[in-house]
Antibody, heavy 122, light 106 residues
Framework: QVQLVQSGAEVKKPGASVKVSCKVSGYTLTELSMHWVRQAPGKGLEWMGG????????IYAQKFQGRVTMTEDTSTDTAYMELSSLRSEDTAVYYC???????????????WGQGTLVTVSS | SSELTQDPAVSVALGQTVRITCQGDSLRSYYASWYQQKPGQAPVLVIY???NRPSGIPDRFSGSSSGNTASLTITGAQAEDEADYYC?????????FGGGTKLTVL
């Protein structure tokens, strides 16, 4: 059973950066494909990016390219998502989630962290 | 990137059957997966692939697909099924989510 435990809530000023962590237990990070999904208050889920095992690379949603960096520390089984140049519209709950692949190349997110609220406010 | 379209809200009488749909071009190539989200909680995977349920998901949840439309069916809806439901699929540039459907159980 995979467990994902995320870091605590953050308050940031516009223009700053935030780095959210996601600690894995039950499996090692190298066995998993980690992705990040966010949800603005009262809004739907929005995929930000994650590790594509087919290519062996991290892919980012076009909307966040240049502003987001996803990294992994395999020595501590911790994944990180850093978002820079924050603006008020980035206020959201950020989730890490593990992606599994189906035979059709489908992605589905089978385990989720508890979420980290990032508030961007001056 | 492609889009997935869901009805914003659907209601069902207790014990009745409800179908929640998701439309998009990516569904012609990839199966949708479905997530249930209750207020203040992380999403939970309820259906993936052709029609697979993770361990612990009741068998009243089922999935189907035809053309560019995927459906989540709840047969005999319970009060605890009241939640937001999201579909998602792979697409040409990564992953896409639907806008979500708020299910009310009357």
């Amino acid at each position: 059973q995979v467990q994902l435990v995320q870091s605590g809530a953050e308050v940031k000023k516009p223009g700053a950066s935030v780095k959210v962590s996601c600690k894995v237990s039950g499996y090692t990070l190298t066995e998993l494909s980690m992705h990040w999904v966010r949800q603005a208050p009262g809004k739907g889920l929005e995929w930000m990016g994650g590790f594509d095992p087919e290519d062996g690379e991290t892919i980012y949603a076009q909307k966040f390219q240049g502003r987001v960096t996803m990294t992994e520390d395999t020595s501590t089984d911790t994944a990180y998502m850093e978002l820079s140049s924050l603006r008020s519209e980035d206020t959201a709950v950020y989730y890490c989630a593990t992606a599994a692949s189906g035979p059709n190349g489908d992605y589905y997110f089978d385990y989720w962290g508890q979420g980290t609220l990032v508030t961007v406010s001056s | 990137s492609s889009e997935l379209t869901q009805d914003p809200a659907v209601s069902v009488a207790l014990g009745q059957t409800v179908r929640i749909t998701c439309q998009g071009d990516s569904l012609r190539s990839y199966y949708a997966s479905w997530y249930q989200q209750k207020p203040g909680q992380a999403p939970v995977l309820v259906i993936y692939g052709k029609n697979n349920r993770p361990s612990g998901i009741p068998d009243r949840f089922s999935g189907s697909s035809s053309g560019n439309t995927a459906s989540l069916t709840i047969t005999g809806a319970q009060a605890e099924d009241e939640a937001d439901y999201y579909c998602n699929s792979r697409d040409s540039s990564g992953v896409v989510f639907g806008g979500g459907t708020k299910l009310t159980v009357l």
